[in-house]
């Protein structure tokens, strides 16, 4: 396995030639190699892009790799919860070279027939597997795994998080646990490759009572970099 502090990358939606949230997406890519201790050379982006470019410096080289979209936007969705993998605290969070974990996961959520994990660590969910959760409970707030306990830094949540509160909804960090899943209204993934999709079952067991007011709200706020 690679040591977490031999690359960093982002993870790109391009759209005939047009990378979305780009510059949300090199801030991040910045932030996290400074962390890493990454420096970050002079890159210029290839025209004509089309799928999920993944932007990864390595070894003082800006890589950009191509995959096709894997799923549909903003769709209902079905999960599975698996374990989170661990890091030390400095590197919890970015998006760093020791990715493999995630991407085995990725694998086995698709070798299941789901569509997205849901990573656990001491009985609460840090993180999505390839987006990141977002709660909305019975009160009416909007619930999201505080970064301390293992979340990544999500760029579709940066995208989102204004709209979300001009909707009139308080976003709160805290543990997402086992009470707050089994009571809640809603649960949105947000990601790149997947947008704003809403979590219909989780473990075999149904979740939130059929609204989709949250992610209506974050399809609003991406749907015009995203169409």
């Known amino acids: ?90 590197i919890t969070g970015t998006k760093h070279g020791a990715w493999d974990p995630y991407r085995e996961i990725t694998t086995q959520v698709f070798e299941k027939g789901a569509d997205v994990a849901l990573l656990v660590h001491e009985f609460c969910i840090v993180d999505g597997d390839r987006a990141m959760p977002l709660i909305l409970d019975e009160d009416g707030t909007v619930w999201i795994s505080s970064p301390e306990f293992g979340g990544v830094d999500s760029v579709s949540f940066q995208a989102c998080k204004s709209a979300i509160e001009a909707a009139g909804f308080v976003i709160h960090e805290g543990r997402l646990n086992e009470r707050l899943v089994a009571r809640a209204k809603e649960i949105v993934m947000l990601g790149t490759g997947m947008g704003a999709a809403r979590l219909e079952v989780l473990d075999d067991v149904d979740i939130g009572d059929g609204s989709n007011t949250l992610q209506m709200i974050c399809k609003a706020a991406l749907k015009e970099e995203w169409d």
Not at 27 to 38: D, F, S, V
């Open 1 to 90: 396995m690679q040591s977490p502090k031999s690359a960093v990358f982002t993870t790109v939606r391009a759209h005939d030639g047009r990378m979305l949230h780009l510059d949300l997406h090199l801030a991040r890519l910045t932030r996290h190699a400074e962390i890493l201790g990454i420096e970050v050379p002079e890159f210029e982006i290839p025209e004509d892009l089309h799928g999920l470019v993944r932007i990864q410096v390595e070894n003082n080289e800006v890589s950009f790799d191509v995959i096709p979209f894997y799923q549909e936007p903003h769709a209902v969705i079905e999960g599975i919860t698996v374990a989170a993998p661990r890091w030390t605290r400095k």
